[in-house]
């Protein structure tokens, strides 16, 4: 397949160690308190990783745009789910109706 | 065009045998192994409407138990919703149909289509082990703590049968994504294609999005049962909203599920009997993904009434209304087609005029029930009931039977009786509108939904209602007798009967196995009726 | 959404294959499957709709995701208590486990894309021992919760391992969702094992090369995102109350 993109060992290799490297990154800080923020950084170090393990592992990068589409929408979709729940759960009692 | 003999190797004949049909790959026969079976799941959950309209006929609860009585009524949802209208057209008409008229030979995993029936089997067989043990009383909603904690039916057991059957839904979808997207033809982009693509398309994305969500609650539901972990029991601090809002995050793009297909089969019929280009192709187009995407916004429409914020009740009344936008763009736009079209009235128009009046005033009283004022007054009554199914069965089942008989030729290479189509498409109509719309004024006056009793003012309407499900009856059961008999004794049907645009016409009735026997290359649009085409009608 | 064949419209009647110098309708590929009209067409077509599968399997855990959102907004004293007693130490191994297994999972692709069998063997080898390993390591970890009696149900902290005031009730509510996330979880990991030891018996025998690697490519797919499931698990349900210092190890 004349097309198809064959990654370097030593891409994976690198993309490796940094997700050693961050899993550590994500222990450290945990270890810390940044108060509001522990959720937002643990959430973003896990992004990373996962886009890591998405765009070299699972060459997302060297897919056709559709594919990658493909994989945005599942994540907006989970987005959705989230959104609009919390949206009930995170907005009770706004608008000073006795029990809603 | 017109050829009056039958193929001698369509895809019925070869290769014989029933391991040949059980391990077939090709999507036509996959398309009629599937109708064979939510054939029979349409006749089973009849029979347990049939059970409620017997019951409702007085107004005491003295033909079921009590008991008996929310067992009928949830199986009825249950197996209608999941066994017959979800896989309805997608399974049977889009399996049939989405390669050919993508001028494809086959859907881009034909294995996987095989093992969506087996699964939807396997769905169906475990779900009646459930029927048949316990049975189950939740209603078809399977509302926690209830049905998680209280009931003692097989609740677990029909869980894991809806389970299962999703997935069948969600191989379905995954197919015809990838078809729709890698095997067109050369020269077919995506605006030469017919409307029932784009329907089709944009139902599966719903099926891919939205099934998983409901697969892994009743997982949750069955586990909080059967595992003793606790998620929406209150008695551990669960929520039972939350699996209001689970269960509907999935189950209101369900309904798109189960309406858009006919939306795609009503755009195909209206432009071949009207025999002119659909009127504002592109918005009907779009229309089916923008119902498909908004569609996922709209749920907590369902929970008005569970101690769901005002706040978010106000922002999803307000997206509920705009989700009624494309499908008026549709009704419009098909009307507008038929007008000053050459329309011809042979059978399947007969189907696509009664879809119409009934979807319209089946989508109009959703708008009522968008209304949150309105809601609290109408929710769980009997007007909701009638609403839905204006939408299920005036709607979605209409478009079923007339997408039925209009490819009918195209499955089978028979000819159907057109008098007795045309008397099933008046019965059904008629039968329909006496059984719901009395359900409208029995929700507005207040009767509650799922209720095996009633005040005696209401009795009238609930028997005319009654006797309307037995008219209906005899309109769906016509068909069975009918089409069946035209596959023995019915004539030989040209390759166009129709005289219709679309790949599916081009090839022989019934097709070749691989449908086409030279590459197909598009150069027209969708639609492209001249006004010297030759017309044969059988 | 380009057409493969939108740049080459042939004559009537003749099969273009785009990429190829001298593919013709008769030199088929033996892997190549009927309907598809080339290699290329069959593997973006394989790799899509494996894409199109994870996406569905995005929202399968995102109910469960969501599940714990709205608790863990709710109850947030119970989620660091519940965390508390998970061993962030047989955590951190399990996720340095997976990476490891997604590295070797990698490899493996890349072997079969470079028609390498020896280096295809090895690497699903090593795969499906790490993917066990992580199971192992799980089943010392529900061991364990069942040995303290916190597992949900009647038993759910009969011996008072949790204090009353460390709210029991929801404490077990964080169980029971630590138990499906992780169990559903393990659930894709055995699939995922499975699924490796086919691909590997397959390897063997020296199916796939540079032109048909698909199965190897679209299972590999799979076994990230199981990966990446965890990469959200380990924060989310081991590393609550880290910064508290009072964890199991």
Redesign the interface.
């Known amino acids: 397949m004349s097309s198809a993109h064959v990654t370097p060992v030593r891409t994976y290799v690198l993309v490796f160690l940094a997700l050693l490297v961050l899993t550590g990154v994500t222990y450290l800080v945990a270890l810390q308190d940044f108060g509001w923020m522990n959720t937002p950084i643990a959430m973003g170090v896990a992004l990373l990783k996962a886009g890591l393990v998405v765009m070299i592992f699972m060459g997302l990068r060297y897919n056709t745009p559709l594919t990658k589409v493909v994989a945005i929408a599942g994540l907006f979709w989970l987005l959705i789910l989230f959104g609009l729940t919390l949206n009930d759960y995170l907005t009770r009692g706004w608008l000073g109706v006795p029990g809603r | 065009m017109s050829n009056a003999v039958q193929p001698r190797n369509s895809y019925l004949d070869a290769p014989y045998g029933v391991a040949a049909w059980l391990l077939t790959k090709d999507h036509k026969r996959i398309a009629i192994l599937y109708l064979i079976s939510i054939t029979l799941f349409f006749a089973v959950g009849g029979m347990f409407a049939a059970g409620i309209r017997m019951e409702l006929l007085t107004p005491r609860g003295d033909l079921w138990t009590p008991d008996l009585y929310n067992k009928l009524f949830t199986l009825h949802g249950v197996v209608m919703v999941f066994f017959f209208l979800i896989p309805s057209i997608p399974a049977v008409l889009g399996n049939f149909l989405m390669p050919i008229m993508c001028g494809a030979k086959d859907l881009a995993f034909p294995r996987i289509n095989l093992l969506s029936w087996y699964i939807y089997l396997l769905g169906a067989t475990v779900t009646l082990a459930a029927v048949f043990n316990g049975g189950l009383d939740t209603g078809w909603t399977f509302y926690t703590p209830y049905s998680s904690v209280s009931s003692q039916t097989s609740v677990t057991t029909a869980a894991v049968g809806v389970f299962i059957t999703g997935f069948s839904s969600i191989l379905t979808g995954l197919n015809f994504i990838v078809t729709v997207h890698r095997m067109r033809a050369p020269g077919l982009t995506w605006f030469r294609l017919p409307l029932f693509v784009w329907a089709i398309y944009a139902t599966s994305l719903v099926m891919i999005l939205g099934t998983p969500v409901i697969a892994i609650t009743v997982l949750l539901v069955g586990a909080e049962r059967a595992l003793h972990l606790g998620f929406f029991d209150p008695a551990r601090g669960g929520d039972p909203v939350l699996f209001q809002h689970l269960f509907w995050f999935y189950s209101h793009p369900a309904v798109y599920i189960m309406i858009l297909p006919g939306m795609g089969v009503i755009s195909e019929l209206v432009a071949a009997m009207s025999r002119k280009q659909v009127f504002g192709y592109s918005f009907v187009a779009f229309s089916s993904l923008a119902i498909a995407i908004l569609g996922f916004l709209v749920w907590g429409h369902h929970l008005f009434v569970s101690s769901q914020s005002i706040y978010a009740g106000l922002v999803f009344s307000i997206i509920s209304m705009l989700v009624a936008i494309p499908s008026a763009v549709k009704t419009f736009n098909w009307t507008a087609t038929m007008y000053k079209g050459s329309v011809s009235w042979e059978s399947p128009t007969w189907w696509v005029v009664g879809f119409m009046g009934l979807f319209t005033i089946g989508g109009l009283t959703g708008l009522f029930l968008a209304t949150i004022g309105l809601d609290i007054h109408l929710t769980d009554t009997y007007f909701v009931v009638a609403h839905f199914h204006y939408i299920m069965v005036g709607g979605a089942i209409m478009a079923y039977m007339g997408g039925l008989h209009f490819w009918w030729p195209k499955m089978t290479g028979k000819l159907y009786s057109e008098g007795a189509a045309k008397t099933s498409a008046v019965l059904v109509f008629v039968g329909f509108n006496l059984t719901f719309f009395p359900q409208f004024l029995l929700g507005y006056m207040g009767m509650p939904r799922r209720y095996q009793a009633y005040p005696d003012e209401f009795q009238v309407l609930n028997v005319l209602s009654s006797a309307g499900a037995g008219v209906l009856f005899l309109g769906y059961v016509l068909p069975a007798f009918y089409l069946t008999y035209s596959i023995f004794k019915g004539a030989q049907s040209p390759a166009n009967p129709w005289g219709a645009t679309g790949l599916e016409w081009t090839i022989a009735s019934p097709p070749p196995t691989f449908n086409f026997d030279e590459e197909v290359i598009v150069t027209e649009p969708a639609y492209n009726y001249k006004p010297t085409r030759e017309v044969h009608v059988g | 959404?380009a057409?493969p064949?939108?740049h080459a419209?042939?004559a009537?009647?003749?099969?273009h294959t785009p990429?190829?110098d001298a593919a013709h309708a008769h030199e088929h590929n033996p892997n190549l499957?009927?309907?598809?009209y080339s290699?290329?067409?069959q593997?973006?077509?394989?790799?899509?709709?494996m894409?199109?599968?994870?996406?569905?399997?995005?929202?399968?855990?995102?109910?469960?995701?969501?599940?714990y959102?709205?608790?863990r907004?709710?109850?947030p004293e119970a989620w660091v208590h519940g965390s508390n007693h998970l061993k962030?130490s047989l955590g951190?191994l399990n996720?340095?486990v997976l990476?490891?297994s997604?590295?070797t999972?990698?490899?493996a692709v890349?072997a079969a894309?470079?028609g390498s069998r020896r280096g295809q063997v090895l690497n699903l080898l090593l795969t499906i021992v790490l993917g066990t390993v992580f199971l192992v390591v799980k089943y010392f970890e529900y061991a364990e919760k069942f040995e303290l009696h916190l597992v949900?149900?009647?038993d759910f902290n009969s011996t008072g391992v949790i204090p009353l005031a460390n709210d029991p009730?929801?404490q077990?509510?964080f169980f029971?969702?630590y138990?499906?996330l992780t169990g559903?979880h393990a659930a894709h990991m055995i699939v995922g094992i499975v699924l490796m030891m086919v691909i590997l018996v397959m390897a063997m025998r020296g199916r796939f090369d540079?032109?048909y690697y698909t199965p190897v490519e679209i299972s590999?797919?799979y076994w990230?995102?199981v990966?990446?499931v965890w990469?959200?698990l380990?924060?989310?349900l081991y590393?609550l109350g880290?910064?508290?210092?009072a964890h199991g190890g």
Do not use: K
């Not at chain 3, 593997?43 to 709709?49: H, P, V």
């Open positions: 959404m057409n064949h939108e419209l042939p009537a009647g003749l099969t990429g190829h499957q009927h309907h598809f290699m290329e067409q593997l973006e077509a394989s790799t899509l709709g894409w199109v599968f994870l996406v569905t399997e995005i929202m399968f855990f995102g109910g469960m995701f969501m599940v959102i709205v608790y907004i709710a109850y962030v951190a996720t340095g990476i490891c997604s590295l999972m990698a490899l890349r894309q470079i949900p149900g009647p009730t929801h077990q509510l029971s969702i138990f499906m559903v540079s032109s590999g797919l990230h995102f990966d990446i990469i959200f380990f924060p989310l590393l880290a910064h508290l210092g």
